[in-house]
């Protein structure tokens, strides 16, 4: 098999692990949210007390989607918008307790899934996929 086909199928194959990853994440008690919405979830549990004109740039999204999004958290009591003591025309968002139980259960996800590439792969191969992926990413932005 020529190395360009193997390529191709190594990517399918990869993109078959994350399609189970999103399925596995999106069961059990996280089905009944999206994974956009789980994104936000991290991206805020990440960077707690950021605001949506500092989200919309991370993402590179339209501010205003980005509001429509965050107020759908808000409106599940997963986020909630703090106002700035400095500036009273700047909010912040943060998790509420609901938005961090979320997060926990988005966690365990993600610990069970890197556990079982932990039993497969050594350290060295570990570090070596981290790599690539990395000059991967930068290669192609």
Known sequence: MNEELELVETMD?????IRKFQTQLL???LKQYTLRQLYYIELINK???ISVSELSKKL??????VSIAVNQLIDLDIVSKIRSEEDKRFYFLQLTPKGKKIMQMHMQV?????KKI???L????????????GKIKISTL
Do not use: M, R, W, Y
């Open 13 to 17: 194959d990869l993109s078959e692990l």
């Open 110 to 114: 993600h610990k069970n899934t890197i």
């Open 118 to 120: 932990l039993k497969v």
């Open 47 to 49: 960077s707690e007390g």
């Open 122 to 133: 050594t350290q060295e191969e570990v570090a070596k996929f981290i790599q690539i992926v």
């Open 27 to 29: 069961s059990g008690d």
């Open 60 to 65: 590179n999204i339209k501010k205003s989607t």
